[in-house]
């Protein structure tokens, strides 16, 4: 079955304890993007990444980091994670980029206290 | 930069009567234009989408018309379904650009009414 996969599905975490939320995908897309989703605010993307090694900013970059180092994962690292991470991120791929739809994960609950 | 404007963010329509959301966006140069739906506990979903060089697209009960003159798109859900409730999004994206960006609006929550 075709999907996008990400882990943990909820985590709670203290303040600059440094975490990872894994994605993965199984459609051999070029194309990945980390979003969060915040009530009021929509999506907004984080990083994105056209292939493997190459990564860039998004909207709202600011406090993470990402790295692309095989064509399937597209790990989400947050160094020292604060409050105002707590949020709902979506990990999401496509084909070769935003002009073929996006498949996305479901979702990964972070709460920081 | 770029922005995208999605109205209204809540909407509520008796069941069978028809919805519609509209978006704005700002960069002239904006090409692609999807609309994804997110259900309850669930990553957002493509429901249609639209390329700049049509002006409108259908899908059974859903259509996108596009405006590039005035930049604004709209989805419209005719003969609305209870599972028609759940929160929409557009987006607009300038994949041509060395930046292969995606923005999306806020969100529209639709109620589909018994």
């Known amino acids: 079955e075709a999907q996008v996969t990400q882990n943990p599905r909820y985590l709670i975490t203290v303040t600059g304890k440094k975490l990872t939320v894994t994605c993965s995908q199984n459609m051999n897309h070029e194309y990945m993007s980390w979003y969060r989703q915040d009530p009021g605010l929509g999506l907004r993307q984080i990083y994105y990444?056209?292939?493997?090694?190459?990564?860039d900013k998004g909207d709202v970059p600011e406090g993470y980091k990402v790295s692309r180092k095989e064509k399937r994962n597209f790990p989400l690292i947050l160094e020292s994670p604060s409050p105002n991470q707590t949020s709902l991120y979506f990990c999401?791929?496509?084909?070769?980029?935003?002009?073929?739809?996006?498949?996305f994960g479901p979702g990964t609950r972070l709460t920081v206290t | 930069g770029e922005n995208v404007e999605q109205h209204p963010s809540t909407l509520s329509v008796q069941e069978g009567d028809s919805a519609v959301i509209k978006c704005t966006y700002s960069?002239?140069?904006?090409?692609?234009f999807p609309w994804y739906k997110q259900e309850l506990g669930k990553g957002p979903q493509l429901i249609i989408d639209?390329?700049?060089?049509?002006g409108e697209k259908k899908d059974q009960r859903i259509a996108v018309t596009l405006n590039k003159t005035a930049k604004h798109f709209s989805l419209h859900i005719t003969e609305t379904q209870p599972e028609d409730s759940a929160v929409y999004f557009c987006?607009?994206?300038?994949?041509?650009?060395?930046?292969?960006?995606?923005?999306f609006g806020k969100g529209t929550r639709l109620h589909i009414l018994p």
């Open positions: 999401a791929s496509s084909l070769t980029g935003t002009y073929y739809e996006q498949y």
């Open positions: 990444s056209m292939n493997v090694e190459v990564t």
């Open positions: 639209i390329r700049s060089n049509v």
């Open positions: 987006a607009a994206s300038t994949p041509l650009n060395r930046d292969d960006k995606i923005i």
């Open positions: 960069d002239s140069a904006s090409n692609y």
